[in-house]
């Protein structure tokens, strides 16, 4: 007989049922996050250039971008044992004052070096607040809801794409570049004191309170990042392919050390291709790579090939975006068996624009290049929030946390790989953005080529975790919600 709690949890409550009294204030606080987030990214790429004819530093315009991801990452990777320590309310707090302290010292920056140090605490704060918010939805929402809070973070993302830009260009034309990041850092520190008010403060019941910090493993990742960062921007393909597996050993070398250690980083069974969550995790990276190519790439490939300006070829690209929230919000409501083909249908789709993308855009026409965009965010949309799902709701015991800010981590560590894999592929294409557009026409065409392979990988997956989900559902039934909070709450009220 189904309780009154997982009665709640089943139905489908709507996108109403997401503004009660009991979830609004949470759901407002992790969408504060994600526009700082995304703000903040649009914001200093369109700021940069002011920022250098200021302060200096032309030959260092990479390295904040760099110690950003960096930083990033480990913090990232770090979220589960943070939450197991002080509680989900407490380090999305220290997220975001970590990302202010960052914030504000970018805004006081006299030189570039201040400048990537105040990046450095920024990716720290950011990699934090999104990992931290994974655990925010596992423990807050009931899991019915999962795809739909998911699907409302990424509009924000949609929001910040359009308007991002031209707020920065505001604060940039008018020479007070400084002016964007203390508007940053006043969110920052107001989501901070919000987050203690309206996020659950108490840790997770058996858990230890202070967890060991893995400092061995946390500095295989920063070697790998090293060499991940390094790969992108090797001129030499030798030098590049050495560092690109250097980075995938040390990752390897982190998640064997870490499956043998007491306190984990990631979930016991990451990557295996035996339990949804490591299937689901696998997933995850394979989609993120195989979106890198869209936002580094394509850009460039507008402008070049087409004769598109800087703002028009980044809002063509911001199509994907639209068309990622647009598809998440459309198949949020799904359930039964549906969201198990959305995860096999939507690496199908994104591999369909990325090979459509590479057909087109070598040669056009631009129309047929628009939808391509499209069907590469679309892809991502239909299939990131129940992946999401997913690998949260099948965590072993013990792991639920850990299993949740692992979706972030994951996430960021595939746009890394892809970045420096993206670069390979267009070097050896012959890519160059000072030489003809013959080379760059090739890049046009590998590049895309290339990472529908990712795509591919993620759909066979993607069936791997059909299977495994449909053994699971009809061998061991659940007993009990799994919304009912890991933080020693229902999340339902009852």
Known sequence: ?????????????????????????????????????????????????????????????????????????????????VTAAIGPGRAFAVGAVVFCLGTLLCAFAPAMGQIIAGRFLQGGGGGLLSAVAYVVVRGTFPERVWPRVFASLASVWSISVLFGPLVGGAFASSGKWRGAFFAIAALAGALALIALWVLPRHRPAGRRARPR?????????VVAI???????????????ICLILAAVSALVSTLRLDRRATTRVMPGDAFSVYSPTGVGLWVAL???????????????????LHGFDPLTAGYTVAAASMAWTAAAIAVAGLSNRWPDRMIIAGPVVMGTGLLGLAIAMPRGPV???????????????????????RIMRSARSGD???????????????????????????????????????????????????????????????????????????????????????????????
């Open 400 to 494: 639920e946390e850990i299993a949740a800010s692992s979706v972030a981590t994951v996430q960021q560590t595939g746009l890394a790989l892809g970045a420096a894999l993206a670069g390979l592929v267009a070097n050896a294409a012959g890519f160059s953005v000072t030489s003809d557009t013959t080379g760059i026409a090739r890049a046009a065409f590998f590049v895309p080529v290339s990472f529908s392979s990712a795509a591919a990988a993620a759909g066979i997956m993607g069936v791997r975790l059909a299977v495994l989900a449909r053994r699971a559902h009809s061998s061991s039934p659940r007993e009990s919600s799994p919304s009912a909070s890991v933080f020693g709450r229902s999340s339902t009220g009852n």
């Open 286 to 304: 394979l989609m993120s790579i195989a979106f890198v190519p869209l936002q580094i790439f394509v850009p460039v490939f507008l402008q070049r």
């Open 226 to 240: 090293a060499a991940m960062s390094l790969a992108a921007v090797a001129s030499v393909a030798a030098i590049k």
């Open 1 to 81: 007989m189904i309780n009154a709690e997982q009665s709640t949890d089943e139905r489908d409550l709507g996108w109403l049922g997401l503004l009660t009294p009991e979830w609004m204030p949470s759901l407002a606080v992790l969408l504060g996050g994600v526009l700082m987030h995304s703000m903040n990214v649009l914001l200093v790429a369109t700021v940069l250039p002011s920022i250098v004819a200021e302060v200096g530093g032309a030959a260092l315009m990479s390295w904040p971008s760099t110690a950003y991801l960096a930083c990033s990452i480990v913090a990232a990777t770090c979220a589960g044992l």
């Open 213 to 221: 910090v893995p400092s061995g493993r946390g500095a295989l990742i």
């Open 367 to 389: 129309l047929a290049i628009v939808p391509m965009i499209i069907l590469i965010g679309g892809g991502i949309g239909v299939c990131w929030a129940f992946t999401a799902q």
